[in-house]
């Protein structure tokens, strides 16, 4: 999990762009939960998951 930007001009900010984005990743519309059951498959594009 990311847990600091690489620096850059503004680096004051960096912990305030970080809590937007993880916030924006925890809204219920960006969670998958799948209620397993015997026989399920399931694909996920682990480049673009956060886990």
């Known amino acids: 999990m990311t847990s ?3 620096p850059t001009q503004g ?4 912990g305030a762009i970080l ?3 993880f916030g924006h990743i ?3 519309e960006h ?3 799948h209620p397993w059951s015997a ?4 694909f996920w594009d682990n ?3 956060v886990h």
């Not at 680096?11 to 960096?14: A, G, L, Q, S």
């Not at 026989?39 to 399931?42: L, S």
């Open 11 to 14: 680096h004051e900010k960096e």
């Open 39 to 42: 026989g399920n498959v399931v």
């Open 31 to 33: 969670i998958i939960n």
């Open 4 to 6: 600091r930007l690489p």
């Open 19 to 21: 809590h937007a984005l």
């Open 26 to 28: 925890a809204k219920p």
């Open 47 to 49: 480049r673009n998951t």
